[in-house]
RNA sequence: GCGGGCGUGGCGGAAUGGUAGACGCGCCAGCCUUAGGAGCUGGUAGGGUUCUCCCUGUGGAGGUUCAAAUCCUCUCGCCCGCACCA
């Protein structure tokens, strides 16, 4: 017998794959009236070509592999695509410190990922292959932002974003870890500059309400998502400038506590700040605070434990209910970002307007009362009190509940024009320009006569420029291309000058998905009804780590698109299943700590076949696991096994042995049986929940089952049938796991295309086995346990258990209270 | 602070109301071998023991049930997300 050599068997069968393009699927001839029934869209989230693949990538690309191949030997036509999110700041940031283009870099990673896949024998189709990066992709990119300016989804505006000094750009929230730059560390400020937008605010009604279209979205993303958006009722109540006669919305969602309202807060970017102090004895103290609070970053103002600062203005708000005066201040506490900018200050019932009331000594004044807070505890109070109660010093509403105060209050501000109810969220726009070098141009041109122009559908892709110096620099590196920023105006021909912003790479990443179905079309996107035949994707598998930003751009996206008649459908991914995160000694893997575990080495070590067993076999492959150098042994160690068993198996039982295992008895019909109960296991395992490991397990425990009576089942020509079965069985099931090792053995035993037979269905006569061990409890301990036969009835397993002197001895002189006999199960005898 | 998740042998994990610890790693023993870091077989939660049983045991405490790792209440620890969002 040869040795199991991965190498050899991996390479052959890769070889096959790609020369018969094995997982090529073409678009049906007619997309629009095809049946969709077997169709099942596989998708991976894309990889970012930093580098090469690291065990997080494998983990996903093997779970993508197993499903996508799973599927297709039950009869799907699975459509399971690649591509790379080629595009971002890595890479730029990489080509700054080596001095390699970021086109150059990214083609050597690109061609790095696809050997590294073909390697893992994922069941690709090729054909449809795509990076983010290529104009011929970010054409459609740019398309896509013309079609949302067109819709007014895609607009500019000045706007307080995080600036890096040191690396002079302006940086994503995402890019700011602990209010410094992710690259260098730097704390950032905060500038405010000109930026594009998406209106993805328009869709969060939309964005919440559609999950309930999502069939099995892990509850964790969803409610991350939900967090994000931060939907919050309310009501928008106005308040008038005392002597200036300017209304000013605020929004609350605490309308039932308007009577405490003691003060009236502006953020420190208010329009209405200037105004109320211009020409004032305020103006110099209050213009002071509104610069130093612009100078600070947004994170750190983002922080709670900060004590209150704020700033009078020296003008006082009208309270709508009871026409009382309270001091407008300015402080930075209230966000210019969310709600209206402005906030009615209740000190009473809100921590934060407490910590500031106590600062500036203002009133503290009760309007709920509860437990040990009255009418007039305001002045002794300790902490806000944010519970329930019934309303006081509240005019006609006291004595409500607050509860459903709010509603009444504002019912009554409606009928008088002083208010209504409101809806508010946390969820902020997509800002989407980048002044940086590596990604998709903006396609806007700026005409003095004109104003803001898109550029023509027709005249895409606006080609990202070769520059000398891509450096961040303040502006984007583009923006020194002189033959690339001045150019003519569309509209009326005369000199304009480009946008010279990127975009963010959320935005490439946002419907390639879409792409894939159609990749080579140059005339749109993608066909509209190709795309409607493949999508939504069936079935996605990625990080966690992408719960929010990606996950919920490309729901926003798929929207858009929708709402554009471009696709039939509005949510993009109907099943999502993260992957838990791969340890290693103890720690996340990173370059930094040294604790990377390198793919390439173990496949050319075990090969692909034992790495990718192993990385499923480790556990279930939602949670975090620990690698363990010594884990993988051991699945090299059953791969080995397996080459065994099944070789010494085509050798000793020839393919014409007995076939039929009727009439069969002893070990020789257990191992039948086993191998049978082996394909239901299998099956559910993968198909219902995704439990890899415990299918993995499966398998190994009918090869050692197979292992013990493989000698004395040699020697009978029924043996020697079943064990042919056995071992096709085997390799039938292990298949999605490990392809190539399986590949070759199948065709050893005499077959030829492993991955185009069908999925073994376990024969219903062979499936229970003819006796059980029954359990015998008293009083719910175990104290005996009876082989009993499968068929025997409920009044037969408690003859059995009643007869056994073990049972006896338990029960012996004591009452009988109750018998449970569970068929299959136990039996429990409950005495006194 | 708010929200979510997790806690089971030396280790990864299995069991989702019915035999706790499947399967694998590690370890121990036997066989085979010139040798083995190969292969094959057996053992391996803790404690007790008359060697066949007994007791204890799923972070901790309580509860529901004939029966709880699993359901409920409280509590401790770890991890993740969000966090001045009015």
Same mark, same amino acid.
């Given at each position: 017998?040869?040795?199991?050599?991965?190498?050899?068997?991996?390479?052959?069968?890769?070889?096959?794959?790609?020369?018969?393009?094995?997982?090529?699927?073409?678009? $049906?001839?007619?997309?629009?009236?095809?049946?969709?029934?077997?169709?099942?869209?596989?998708?991976?989230?894309?990889?970012?070509?930093?580098?090469?693949?690291?065990?997080?990538?494998?983990?996903?690309? &093997?779970?993508?592999?197993?499903?996508?191949?799973?599927?297709?030997?039950?009869?799907?036509?699975?459509?399971?695509?690649?591509?790379?999110?080629?595009?971002?700041?890595?890479?730029?940031?990489?080509?700054?410190?080596?001095?390699?283009?970021?086109?150059?870099?990214?083609?050597?990673?690109?061609?790095?990922?696809?050997?590294?896949? *073909?390697?893992?024998?994922?069941?690709?189709?090729?054909?449809?292959?795509?990076?983010?990066?290529?104009?011929?992709?970010?054409?459609?990119?740019?398309?896509?932002?013309?079609?949302?300016?067109?819709?007014?989804?895609?607009?500019?505006?000045?706007?307080?974003?995080?600036?890096? $000094?040191?690396?002079?750009?302006?940086?994503?929230?995402?890019?700011?870890?602990?209010?410094?730059?992710?690259?260098?560390?730097?704390?950032?400020?905060?500038?405010?500059?000109?930026?594009?937008?998406?209106?993805?605010?328009?869709?969060?009604?939309?964005?919440?309400?559609?999950?309930?279209?999502?069939?099995?979205?892990?509850?964790?993303?969803?409610?991350?998502?939900?967090?994000?958006?931060?939907?919050?009722?309310? +009501?928008?109540?106005?308040?008038?400038?005392?002597?200036?006669?300017?209304?000013?919305?605020?929004?609350?969602?605490?309308?039932?506590?308007?009577?405490?309202?003691?003060?009236?807060?502006?953020?420190?970017? *208010?329009?209405?700040?200037?105004?109320?102090?211009?020409?004032?004895?305020?103006?110099?103290?209050?213009?002071?605070?509104?610069?130093?609070?612009?100078?600070? $970053?947004?994170?750190?103002?983002?922080? +709670?434990?900060?004590?209150?600062?704020?700033?009078? &203005?020296?003008?006082?708000?009208?309270?709508?209910?009871?026409?009382?005066?309270?001091?407008?201040?300015?402080?930075?506490?209230?966000?210019?970002?969310?709600?209206?900018?402005?906030?009615?200050?209740?000190?009473?019932?809100?921590?934060?307007?407490?910590?500031?009331?106590?600062?500036?000594?203002?009133?503290?004044?009760?309007? /709920?009362?509860?437990?040990?807070?009255?009418?007039?505890?305001?002045?002794?109070?300790?902490?806000?009190?944010?519970?329930?109660?019934?309303?006081?010093?509240?005019?006609?509403?006291?004595?409500?509940?607050?509860?459903?105060?709010?509603?009444?209050?504002?019912?009554?501000?409606?009928?008088?024009?002083?208010?209504?109810? %409101?809806?508010?969220?946390?969820?902020?726009?997509?800002?989407?320009?980048?002044?940086?070098?590596?990604?998709?141009?903006?396609?806007?041109?700026?005409?003095?006569?004109?104003?803001?122009?898109?550029?023509?559908?027709?005249?895409?892709? /606006?080609?990202?420029?070769?520059?000398?110096?891509?450096? $961040?620099k303040g502006k984007s590196p583009i923006a020194t291309n002189e033959e690339f920023v001045n150019t003519v105006c569309p509209v009326c021909g005369g000199p304009a000058k480009r946008e010279t912003d990127t975009m963010d790479t959320f935005v490439d990443s946002s419907w390639y998905f879409l792409r894939y179905t159609d990749p080579r079309n140059d005339r749109e996107p993608f066909d509209r009804a190709i795309a409607n035949y493949w999508m939504p994707v069936d079935q996605y598998i990625g990080g966690v780590e992408h719960a929010i930003l990606h996950l919920m751009y490309?729901?926003?996206?798929?929207?858009?698109?929708?709402?554009?008649?471009? /696709?039939?459908?509005?949510?993009?991914?109907?099943?999502?299943?993260?992957?838990?995160?791969?340890?290693?000694?103890? +720690?996340?893997?990173?370059?930094?700590?040294?604790?990377?575990?390198?793919?390439?080495?173990?496949?050319?070590?075990?090969?692909?076949?034992?790495?990718?067993?192993?990385?499923?076999?480790?556990?279930?492959?939602?949670?975090?696991?620990?690698?363990?150098?010594?884990?993988?042994?051991?699945?090299?160690?059953?791969?080995?096994?397996?080459?065994?068993?099944?070789?010494?198996?085509?050798?000793?039982?020839?393919?014409?042995? %007995?076939?039929g295992f009727e009439g069969l008895g002893g070990d020789i019909i257990k191992i039948v049986r086993k191998a049978n109960q082996t394909i239901v296991k299998v099956s559910g395992d993968v198909s219902e929940r995704f439990r890899f490991n415990t299918a993995i397990s499966a398998v190994m425990e009918l090869v050692n089952d197979t292992y013990l009576v493989k000698d004395e089942l040699f020697q009978s020509d029924a043996g020697r049938g079943v064990l042919r079965f056995t071992a096709e069985t085997v390799v039938k099931l292990l298949d999605p796991f490990a392809p190539h090792?399986?590949?070759?053995?199948?065709?050893?035993?005499?077959?030829?295309?492993?991955?185009?037979?069908?999925?073994?269905?376990?024969?219903?006569?062979?499936?229970? @086995?003819?006796?059980?061990?029954?359990?015998?409890?008293?009083?719910?301990?175990?104290?005996?346990?009876?082989?009993?036969?499968?068929?025997?009835?409920?009044? @037969?397993?408690?003859?059995?258990?009643?007869?056994?002197?073990?049972?006896?001895?338990?029960?012996?002189?004591?009452?009988?209270?109750?018998?449970?006999?569970?068929?299959?199960?136990? /039996?429990?005898?409950?005495?006194?």
């Amino acid at each position: 017998m040869d040795k199991y050599i991965p190498a050899d068997i991996e390479t052959k069968w890769q070889r096959v794959w790609e020369e018969e393009r094995s997982f090529e699927v073409p678009d $049906p001839e007619t997309p629009g009236g095809a049946d969709r029934s077997e169709k099942s869209y596989v998708l991976e989230m894309l990889p970012y070509p930093s580098g090469t693949l690291h065990m997080g990538h494998v983990k996903n690309y &093997t779970m993508g592999d197993v499903i996508a191949r799973f599927r297709a030997r039950n009869g799907a036509i699975i459509f399971h695509p690649m591509g790379y999110d080629a595009f971002g700041l890595n890479t730029e940031n990489v080509a700054i410190k080596t001095g390699i283009h970021p086109a150059e870099l990214t083609r050597i990673n690109t061609g790095n990922i696809n050997r590294q896949l *073909h390697r893992l024998g994922v069941s690709i189709d090729w054909s449809r292959e795509l990076a983010t990066c290529d104009p011929e992709y970010y054409r459609w990119t740019q398309y896509f932002f013309l079609k949302f300016f067109e819709r007014g989804l895609a607009y500019k505006k000045e706007a307080p974003v995080n600036w890096c $000094p040191s690396c002079a750009t302006v940086l994503a929230n995402e890019q700011v870890v602990q209010g410094g730059c992710e690259r260098c560390s730097t704390p950032v400020e905060t500038r405010s500059l000109a930026q594009w937008f998406f209106r993805i605010t328009d869709y969060a009604e939309r964005l919440l309400d559609d999950f309930k279209q999502l069939e099995s979205w892990p509850e964790r993303v969803i409610t991350m998502q939900r967090n994000w958006i931060g939907r919050s009722e309310g +009501a928008e109540v106005i308040f008038r400038v005392d002597g200036l006669g300017i209304d000013v919305p605020v929004f609350t969602t605490r309308p039932d506590t308007l009577f405490g309202a003691t003060f009236f807060l502006l953020a420190p970017e *208010h329009e209405l700040v200037e105004t109320l102090v211009a020409g004032t004895e305020y103006e110099n103290k209050v213009r002071d605070y509104v610069t130093s609070s612009r100078l600070k $970053p947004l994170v750190d103002r983002a922080m +709670a434990e900060r004590e209150k600062t704020g700033e009078f &203005t020296g003008r006082y708000a009208v309270n709508p209910v009871n026409g009382e005066k309270i001091p407008i201040w300015v402080s930075d506490y209230v966000l210019m970002e969310y709600g209206t900018g402005a906030i009615m200050a209740v000190p009473a019932h809100d921590q934060r307007d407490f910590e500031f009331a106590r600062k500036f000594g203002i009133e503290v004044r009760v309007v /709920v009362s509860g437990e040990g807070v009255g009418a007039e505890s305001g002045p002794g109070l300790e902490a806000a009190f944010e519970e329930e109660g019934a309303l006081v010093n509240s005019g006609r509403f006291d004595g409500m509940l607050n509860r459903d105060a709010g509603a009444a209050i504002t019912e009554w501000l409606n009928g008088e024009s002083l208010g209504r109810a %409101a809806v508010s969220y946390r969820l902020r726009d997509w800002l989407v320009s980048r002044q940086r070098y590596w990604g998709a141009p903006i396609p806007i041109v700026y005409c003095d006569k004109c104003g803001t122009v898109p550029v023509p559908v027709d005249d895409l892709p /606006v080609l990202l420029p070769d520059v000398e110096d891509y450096a $961040p620099k303040g502006k984007s590196p583009i923006a020194t291309n002189e033959e690339f920023v001045n150019t003519v105006c569309p509209v009326c021909g005369g000199p304009a000058k480009r946008e010279t912003d990127t975009m963010d790479t959320f935005v490439d990443s946002s419907w390639y998905f879409l792409r894939y179905t159609d990749p080579r079309n140059d005339r749109e996107p993608f066909d509209r009804a190709i795309a409607n035949y493949w999508m939504p994707v069936d079935q996605y598998i990625g990080g966690v780590e992408h719960a929010i930003l990606h996950l919920m751009y490309a729901r926003f996206f798929t929207k858009v698109l929708y709402d554009m008649d471009l /696709v039939a459908f509005e949510e993009p991914f109907n099943n999502l299943f993260t992957q838990g995160m791969i340890y290693y000694q103890g +720690a996340k893997m990173s370059k930094s700590k040294g604790n990377v575990v390198n793919p390439d080495d173990h496949v050319e070590n075990y090969g692909a076949d034992t790495l990718r067993l192993y990385i499923l076999f480790m556990g279930p492959p939602e949670l975090d696991v620990e690698w363990q150098d010594q884990g993988i042994e051991g699945t090299f160690r059953f791969l080995g096994r397996v080459w065994r068993l099944i070789n010494e198996i085509i050798e000793k039982a020839p393919a014409d042995s %007995a076939a039929g295992f009727e009439g069969l008895g002893g070990d020789i019909i257990k191992i039948v049986r086993k191998a049978n109960q082996t394909i239901v296991k299998v099956s559910g395992d993968v198909s219902e929940r995704f439990r890899f490991n415990t299918a993995i397990s499966a398998v190994m425990e009918l090869v050692n089952d197979t292992y013990l009576v493989k000698d004395e089942l040699f020697q009978s020509d029924a043996g020697r049938g079943v064990l042919r079965f056995t071992a096709e069985t085997v390799v039938k099931l292990l298949d999605p796991f490990a392809p190539h090792i399986c590949a070759e053995l199948w065709e050893r035993l005499g077959h030829r295309r492993l991955w185009q037979e069908p999925w073994p269905r376990a024969d219903e006569r062979f499936l229970e @086995d003819e006796t059980y061990e029954l359990v015998v409890q008293v009083n719910g301990k175990v104290r005996d346990r009876l082989q009993v036969a499968s068929s025997a009835g409920k009044e @037969d397993l408690l003859a059995a258990a009643r007869a056994s002197g073990k049972i006896a001895k338990y029960t012996g002189g004591k009452q009988l209270v109750k018998e449970i006999v569970v068929p299959g199960r136990l /039996v429990n005898i409950v005495v006194k």
